[in-house]
């Protein structure tokens, strides 16, 4: 499936895309065969382009075949501020939930990575841009929790603009239930592994995504607190090329590796077999 | 002086009489004055105890109400202020150091903004960059190693975003904070006195107890960068004030801060003494509170207290 940039693509447009037997690169305009596409975890062969994946299918992708349990599937969000801009927030959640057959933004559960048995979470960036609301902070902190309790290791893939501001002060203290469940995990002698792919922002970069033990992003991924735009505004010049992408990173020290999609499994494995022949110091 | 705002002009009015009369000090001047001050008084009560999300914005960005300095010398003793991150630099937007109150000792953290231009340029409009982050960190370690209970002050627009702090890990300085004070063993008193700018303000902003002065906010985002985001026009600023339920009051009723602090007649710029005497009584208050609890379930109750926080539907348990 073809992933829209601001989550704005007509329908129409995505059910052609998806039921065409060629996809067309975002980026490069190419077509390429559809089944290769697929094969090649959706990046483009021709210009490298990383088409962003859905929660389902990045969790599909990174877990062993037929592994994955879902957690907290019911939970749905509700509208604590009675928010409305052009539109109502219950009309957006409506139409996000429509469009990602999801309840919010975000999937997570258990599952096993290349045999270890691993808790998992994923944005989708699809459902209002990934964004942090209460019911992201809540499926976020129970499967930390439970990666504490059950010790098992935690993977986070984020993408997401940030905290979610249709639920206002609810959604910032999402970073706080968060990032106070990563630190209780980590103490517990958690191993956490943060994946940033595209584009990590705002409230999740200022929260758990930044807290991982090791911290992997995928090519050109931008990851940032504010967002280029703003920064722009703010200083009124124009950004330096590759600005808070994850090379620019990588070259600042913040992050441990980029790491390519097709490469992703097998990194992950290692670092696992690595901490698996260590004891858990609890 | 202060600088009056448009729906005090009423009151202004008045005032402006009361001065006219008060240079003719006759019998019956003095009496319509006394009249006209009652009169002032009350209207000023009444346009403040009804003041709009937007106007409350505008008093909590008021360029007289007191900031960080005031509040060190109209509430502390013996500050001795402590400098830099150790790691890259001094950041003038977050001031912090060792302080006493009413003689308890105490370690303060605080977000400077300026009173004028160049006060603001001097500490960068009060938006830290991450050694900002990062100096307070060293604090809260010092605070937790020596059993000194922190308190920090809240006062700013966010975040610096700027190339500098994101070369230098504005998100992790942030999360970092988060993450630590959630598991320090010392006694935590946030105090939101102006503005609480989203994750920048939140980054001092874990802690036992959430107050706030009547008129600071508290948002996730600018009412203006929410009005450019969400409705593609800034000048919607004052319609996404009152949506984000960014007051005091807003957020008492939502459970997410823990007690307001009233202000004076006016705002906190009218009476700065005012001010001072009652956030310290809360302070000293709470501190002589949290001093009673051991430390282990401070710190066990921290954690629940914000895990709470939300609204969601569910259900049925897995």
Known sequence: MVQDKEGVLPPQNRRTASDGLWIKCEKCQELVYRREWERLLQVCPHCRYYSQLTAKERIAFLLDKASFKEHDKDLKPTDPLGFKDSKTYKKRLAQAQKKTGLFDATITGEGQLGGHKVAIGALDFGFMGGSMGTVVGEKITRIIEKATKRRLPLILVSSSGGARMQEGVFS?????????????????????????????????????????????????????????????????ESLPEGFQRAEFLLKHGLIDMIVERHHLRKVLIQILDFFKSEKCPL | MNKEFDFERPIVEIESKIEELSREETEESKAEIERLQQKAQRLRQKVFTKLSPWQRVQVARHQQRPGLRNYIDGIFEDFLELHGDRLFGDDPAIVTGLAKIDGLPVILIGNQKGKDTTSNLACNFGMPHPEGYRKARRVMELAQRFHKPIITLIDTPGAYPGIGAEERGQGEAIASNLAYLSRLFTPIIVVIIGEGGSGGALAIGVGDRILMLENAIYSVISPEGCAAILWNDESKAEEAAGRLKLTSKDLLRLNLI?????????????????????????????????????????????????RKMGRFLEESKE
């Open chain 1, 172 to 236: 910032l203290m999402q970073m706080v239930k968060t990032s106070s469940a990563i630190a209780w995990f980590k103490e517990k002698g958690g191993l956490y592994i943060s994946i940033l792919t595209h584009p990590t922002t705002g409230g999740v970069t200022a929260s758990f995504a930044s807290l991982g033990d090791i911290i992997i992003a995928e090519p050109k991924t931008l990851i940032g607190f504010a967002g280029p735009r703003v920064i722009e505004k703010t200083i009124k």
């Open chain 2, 258 to 306: 823990d007690e307001i602090i009233p202000e004076p007649v006016g705002g906190a710029h009218r009476d700065y003494d005012e001010t001072f005497e009652r956030l310290k009584e809360a302070l000293l208050c709470h501190l002589r509170k949290l001093q009673q609890v051991k430390v282990e379930l401070l710190v066990a109750k921290r954690y629940e207290k914000f």
